[in-house]
């Protein structure tokens, strides 16, 4: 028997204010199927949910799936299951899923598959727990069969971040874009380049305390061994020496 949803408390956020001000640039364009679009239509909704999914940071054609975009375009699935379909692919488990903890990745699906903002840590809780207790294709299936989601975006509309700009504001809430897909924890898995300022002066007392100093040692006293053999080879006329016949 599933974990029922713990409850939290939605906070004030623009997307639960009826809006009336008139579309301009900066608003969201809206991607849907309704109305039977045409082929270029249809190309043009399908790369704006890759866009919507994956971000720019992951749409590459590597990562594209064929297969659920034919269903697509022959009416044999809707948007919202194109949706579903690429959360749970490899490529979106690999690239999001598993190079993140379960709370930043609740905080990137409920951006990129409600339109918004998580409206606190509580939330983030809660839908954590979903994704620990049903697994990833269990918690993509509660996003996007709750009502939430069918509310704003039915099933044939692609998602997208409601009411970013408001008008009389002179600067709109960040695009969810902006965030990168994977947090500090690991980051900081990662091999870090080496810098110019990373790199120490040479110490000669360091040196002698670290442990590659019997390396190091090792490799000159070898280094000056070859040197003395080769000049004794080379004196005793076993060898040519050089620049002569």
């Known amino acids: 028997m599933p974990i029922p949803l713990l409850n939290y408390s939605p906070s004030s956020r623009n997307h639960r204010v009826s809006g009336y001000e008139i579309l301009g640039d900066e608003q969201p364009r809206i991607y849907t199927a309704e109305h039977l679009p045409s082929s270029v239509e249809m190309d043009a909704l399908i790369m704006a949910a890759y866009r919507q999914i994956f971000h720019e940071q992951q749409m590459l054609d590597s990562n594209r799936q064929p297969f659920l975009e034919s269903q697509l375009r022959n009416g044999q699935i809707t948007v919202r299951d194109f949706i579903r379909g690429l959360a749970i ?46 697994g990833l294709q269990g918690f993509i299936d509660a996003l996007v069969d709750s009502g939430e989601y069918i509310s704003n975006f039915g099933y044939n509309t692609v998602p997208y971040q409601r009411r970013r700009i408001l008008q009389g504001r002179s600067q709109g809430e960040l695009p969810f874009a902006r965030m990168a897909r994977y947090g500090k924890d690991y980051r900081d898995k990662l091999p870090v380049p080496i810098t110019r300022k990373q790199v120490e002066p040479f110490n000669l007392k360091t040196f002698l305390r670290s442990s590659d100093r019997d390396v190091v040692l ?28």
């Open 89 to 134: 692919s490899d490529v979106f488990r690999r690239l999001n899923y598993e190079s993140n903890n379960n709370y930043r990745f609740v905080q990137i699906c409920v951006q990129r598959f409600l339109g918004r903002e998580v409206y606190n840590e509580r939330e983030k809780l809660a839908w954590s727990i979903v994704l620990a207790t049903e």
């Open 218 to 245: 090792w490799l000159l006293a070898s280094l000056l061994g070859l040197i003395v053999l080769f000049t004794w080879l080379t004196a005793f006329g076993y060898l040519p020496k050089f620049g002569g016949y």
